[in-house]
Structure formats: structure tokens, C-alpha cells
């Protein structure tokens, strides 16, 4: 018998009555509840389902329910009010663990929503260790911060996050360790039993995007302890104004222009008043051997390092321009592929994918917006970055599943998740010309052959006022001033000087966007790419199986490549033989996740 759906799962649930059980029929209830909320994300009909468990017929699942209710008013309702309601129905004496997380939420409505600090403190010391671990530790660690941001009282503080410092969550971990690493430096706290150094703290806090600030405090701190005076920061504002702060700032200018250049996919969305979306697809340029093995042998597409790209300056323009040093022995390494707007463009048929020395003899794979994913944090490998040597004492604090998991064997293939796509900027460092990529207009004449030249060229008019192009370019521009003008501020500091890792650290801050710059020169590609960034050690990296290819490094991604090609522009001098081969391939398969075959198509790009 197979696997039954998730629908025929709510059937069944649904014919559990009362009159049945009243235990299965409340269980049923809070099951139905939790697949709408969960599942479906249908939270109407959760709710309904929730508030049918009542106390009186099973008290434990009466405080899961009523702890569900209150986090859909919480965070999906936004009505704090209601949400206090149901967390207070949740008792001690009915369920001792959920008690302890309905009295956490609610000293994070008091702390967040009501700003009744005092309330909230009160909740969140209703939290014990011994009911919920995981709720003991945030109740701590925001009581860390109410003690040390708004009651200073560094004491109390200390001893919150001491509490939560080895927490598995690895925010609480983070956020508690470097502000311990913070209270024995400048403070002198330690406990009585185990005297601590700052290091023994500092050194275990691990990168995390949303954490970039406790990153670099913890990497400048350990820096620090390598100067032979090792007093270079009086007080944590001293610290926080001469250095984070600035560095902080150059990561947020860096996420805002990452967010400019973010393909949505979204341009014309609303069918009923665009029709089709503008950049729906984009196209990669490849010989036909790549392809065949993609197609027949479930091969995958690749992100190639970007050491040996055939731009001299890729992953270098930017840094040049910001007065940078370029580090040519880095082990954090940029992978990528490469994408364009123009799927039938003959200058890239011209350029890549060429077969025999033939030119214009390669294909063009234009796949659908699904292949690529949504999460920009994806694109930096976390664990990469603490890899890196910083010249310090640090050291990379392996979790628990690192620890416990066997290697196997080296040769196995690990795939990527789902990369987001950007388009490139392209820009001239001299003149400071800038520009990004997009279709270009011949595109739109192609794609709409037989529509009256006014249609298309209202169609490209509504593509140019979506894309927003000038506006992006402004944003994009005094971003790009402001982290120049923060780095030499930085670099004119005398104090600073003495700091080794400096560079390493702002060269992190810009690390999103370094191999999104190109030079104008490459403007006609309108190229879009998948970046990963990561360690040298990433067991992710595969090594090219013969040493004549030895500058080949890559990583495999992980999508299925039928799955997501729409159609196929074969090179208008593609052989013939491929051409039949290709032709026959999409035509006599097709994927049981596709409703329609992959269209192949000869370019009628004239080439002499």
C-alpha cells in the first residue's frame, strides 16, 4: 500500500468524531490544526480546528493548541492582545515544557510589542531549564540584553548569558560568547570557578549573516590579543565607533546594492496587465557535448571556480577601485555560472560554446525561473568563513552533526541547494560609467514577431519603467561612494593599523557582490550568474578527473537540468548530427515532473 497524501491524511481525520473517542477526536482535531498551519498555511482553518481541543477532554493537547493559537496571533495575525490571551491559557500543571515557551512569547510581546521591560523580565525568569532547554536559553539570552542594554546591570547580564553560552542554537550561541568575550575584556568578569581569557569566548563565535556584527567584533578582539600591548580599545564604544560600526555600514551598503541586482523574476507578474513576465527565462551558451551529457546522463550544470574565468579581472575590479589589497592566496574561493537575458544573441553564439573551433556550432539551454532558488544567504557557504585564516588565535567550533558525521567516501558528489540569480553591474572604474544587465530590445522583436512594431515597442517601454533601471544605477552608485569613503576613513585611522586582519574583514563585508562587478567592456553579455562562495576544503568542490584540466575545480548544482529547459537554440553552424541527436532526445523523453516537451530550435542569427 502506498504512502497516502496529505489530503486523504485530512479525510481520515476529518471522520473521527466525537462520539467515536474524545480522545482520538481532540487528537485528531490538533492534528488537522497543526497540517493547515504547517502544511497548508491555511490559518483560518487551523484556527478553527485549534479552538475545537478543549481543556476539559485532553489538558495536554489543550496547551499545544492553545500555544499554536497564540503564535498564529503573535506572528501571523500581528494582535499581541489576543496572542497573550491564548499563551496564558497554557499552564504549568497541564504541560510543564509548553508552559515554559508560552511564558518566553510572552516576554517577547512585553519586551518587543508592549516595551513593559519589567513584564517581560518576570516572564522570561518564569522560564526553567529543567521544562524547556531550548526556551530556558533564549529567555536568557534576551534577559542578557535587557540587563546589559537597557537596566545596565552588567552582573546580571554576565550571568544571563552564561546560561545560554553553549546553547544549540547557534544564534543564542553566537550572540551569548561574544558578548562574554566583551564582559572579560572590559569588564574583567570571569567565573570563580574556571577563571576565562576574552579568547576562550571570542573564538568560538561562528559566521552567520544576520550576525555579521558579533563576527567581526569577535575576529577584531582576537586580533587585538595578538598586539603586544593589547589595549588598543578602551571601552566597547571606542571600539564599536572606530571600527564595527564602519564595517557593519560597508556590509549594508554591500546587501543593498546585492538586493538591487536580485532577479525576481517578478518584472510584469500580473498577466491581466503585462502579460508574460519580461525576464521569465535566461540562457546559458554551451557546447553540444555538455549538453548531451546533461540531457541523457543526469549530469549536472556546474559552478566553475572563477580563478581561470576569461575576464583578467574578474573578482578584482571592485576591490581595485575601493583601494584594496587582492590576497592571491585567499582559500575562499568564488564559484559561478553564467546566464544571459538573450537567449538567441549571435555575439554569444559567436563567443562560447563552440565545438571543433567552429564558431556560432553551439547551443543555447534557456531554462524557466524555477531552476534557481530565492535565499541570497545561500550564496555564501557560512562555514567557509570560519575557515578562513584571519591571523588569529580563532578557532572553527564544530557543531554536533560535524562532529558525528562520518566523511565516507571523498569522491562522493555533494550537491548545491537552490542559488538565487543576479545580474551583473557593469562598470568602468575610470569614468565610473555604470550600467546592469537586461534583455535588450532586439529580444522583445524577436519574441514578438508578427506584433506591430508599436505593440513591441510599448511592450520594451514597460520592461525599461519596471526594471527601474536609472533609479537602480543612483542607489547602486552612492552605495558604491559611501563604502569607498568608509574604507579610507578606515585605512587613515593610525590606530587601526595595528590591526592585522582589517583588510580580510572588509573584503568580507564586500564579498556578496565582488564577482557581481564586471567590466563595461562585457556590457553586450547582460549576464546573470550563480555564485557560491566557500573554503578551498568545501567537500563540495570536486576535482576535474585528469591533471590536464587541473584548473577546472567546480561544484555541482543540484537541480535537474530536463526538469527546467523550456527550449533548446541550437547554433545556426551546429552539425547536423547533433542537431538530429538533440531533436530526437526532446522530442521521444519528457520528464513526468514536465507537462511539455523542450522545444529545439535552429537560430536563424545570420553567420558567415
Not at 540584553?145 to 554576565?158: F, G, H, T, V, W
Not at 571600527?243 to 551598503?253: H, L
Not at 557557504?381 to 566523511?407: F, H, R
Not at 513526468?592 to 522545444?599: A, F, G, V
Amino acid at each position: 500500500m502506498g504512502k497516502i497524501t496529505i489530503d486523504q491524511q485530512i479525510e481520515r481525520l476529518k471522520k473521527i468524531t466525537q462520539e467515536d473517542d474524545i480522545k482520538k477526536y481532540t487528537d485528531a482535531q490538533f492534528q488537522l490544526a497543526t497540517i493547515y498551519y504547517l502544511v497548508k498555511k491555511d490559518i483560518e482553518q487551523a484556527e478553527l480546528y485549534y479552538n475545537n481541543v478543549k481543556r476539559e477532554d485532553n489538558a495536554q493537547v489543550y496547551a499545544g493548541a492553545q500555544l499554536n493559537l497564540g503564535r498564529i496571533y503573535q506572528t501571523e495575525k500581528k494582535d499581541i492582545e489576543r496572542a497573550e490571551l491564548y499563551y496564558n491559557n497554557v499552564k504549568r500543571e497541564d504541560n510543564a515544557q509548553l508552559y515554559a515557551g508560552a511564558q518566553c512569547n510572552l516576554g517577547i510581546i512585553y519586551e518587543t510589542g508592549k516595551k513593559n521591560i519589567e513584564q517581560a523580565e518576570l516572564y522570561y525568569n518564569n522560564v526553567k531549564r529543567e521544562n524547556n532547554a531550548r526556551a530556558y536559553a533564549l529567555a536568557q539570552c534576551n534577559l542578557g540584553r535587557i540587563y546589559q542594554d537597557k537596566k545596565n546591570e552588567p552582573k546580571k547580564a554576565y550571568e544571563a548569558f552564561l546560561q545560554c553560552c553553549n546553547s544549540n542554537n547557534p544564534v543564542i550561541f553566537n550572540v551569548a560568547n561574544c558578548a562574554l568575550g566583551d564582559f572579560v575584556y572590559f569588564d574583567k568578569k570571569t567565573t570563580n570557578s574556571k577563571p576565562a581569557l576574552p579568547d576562550d569566548y571570542y573564538q568560538k563565535v561562528g559566521y552567520i549573516n544576520k550576525l555579521f556584527e558579533n563576527f567581526v567584533i569577535a575576529q577584531i578582539m582576537l586580533a587585538v590579543s595578538n598586539i603586544e600591548e593589547n589595549d588598543l580599545f578602551e571601552t566597547r564604544e571606542e571600539r564599536d565607533d572606530l571600527v564595527i560600526k564602519p564595517i557593519c555600514q560597508i556590509r549594508e551598503f554591500t546587501e543593498e546594492i546585492q538586493q538591487q541586482l536580485l532577479v525576481t523574476f517578478k518584472l510584469g507578474k500580473s498577466e491581466s496587465e503585462q502579460g508574460q513576465q519580461f525576464e521569465r527565462r535566461v540562457a546559458h551558451y554551451t557546447n553540444p557535448n555538455v549538453l548531451f551529457e546533461l540531457l541523457k546522463n543526469d549530469s549536472h550544470v556546474r559552478l566553475n571556480v572563477v580563478d581561470f574565468m576569461n575576464d583578467p579581472t574578474e573578482n578584482q575590479l571592485l576591490s581595485n577601485w575601493l583601494g584594496m589589497n587582492n590576497d592571491p592566496n585567499s582559500e575562499i574561493k568564488s564559484f559561478l555560472t553564467s546566464f544571459t537575458f538573450n537567449h538567441n544573441c549571435l555575439n554569444q553564439f559567436r563567443l562560447y560554446g563552440n565545438e571543433n573551433n567552429i564558431i556560432g556550432s553551439g547551443v543555447s539551454l534557456v531554462f524557466n525561473q524555477s531552476f534557481f532558488g530565492n535565499n541570497v544567504e545561500s550564496s555564501i557557504n557560512p562555514d567557509s568563513v570560519a575557515l578562513l585564516n584571519y591571523d588569529t588565535k580563532a578557532k572553527v567550533a564544530k557543531s554536533d552533526s560535524e562532529e558525528n558525521k562520518d566523511d565516507g567516501d571523498s569522491n562522493n558528489i555533494c550537491f548545491l541547494e537552490p542559488l538565487p540569480l543576479f545580474r551583473c553591474l557593469y562598470f568602468d572604474p575610470n569614468s565610473e560609467y555604470i550600467s546592469i544587465a537586461k534583455r535588450n530590445k532586439f529580444s522583445f522583436y524577436l519574441e514578438h514577431q508578427g506584433s506591430s512594431a508599436k505593440a513591441i515597442e510599448r511592450e520594451w517601454n514597460n520592461y525599461i519603467k519596471l526594471l527601474d533601471e536609472e533609479n537602480k544605477i543612483e542607489k547602486i552608485r552612492d552605495n558604491l561612494n559611501n563604502i569607498r569613503n568608509i574604507i579610507k576613513c578606515l585605512k587613515e585611522k593610525e590606530k587601526l593599523k595595528a590591526l592585522s586582519n582589517l583588510d580580510q574583514l572588509i573584503n568580507l563585508a564586500i564579498m556578496p557582490i565582488s564577482c557581481l562587478i564586471k567590466h563595461a567592456a562585457f556590457e553586450d553579455e547582460d549576464e546573470c550568474r550563480m555564485i557560491y562562495i566557500t573554503h578551498i576544503a568545501d567537500k563540495k568542490i570536486q576535482a576535474p578527473a585528469h591533471y590536464a584540466y587541473a584548473n577546472s575545480l567546480f561544484v555541482n548544482y543540484g537541480q535537474e537540468v530536463k526538469d527546467y529547459l523550456d527550449k533548446i537554440y541550437l547554433g545556426s553552424k551546429c552539425q547536423p548530427y547533433h542537431k538530429l541527436l538533440i531533436t530526437n532526445h526532446v522530442r521521444s523523453s519528457k520528464s513526468e515532473s514536465r507537462l511539455k516537451y523542450i522545444k529545439a530550435v535552429q537560430s536563424e542569427m545570420p553567420l558567415r
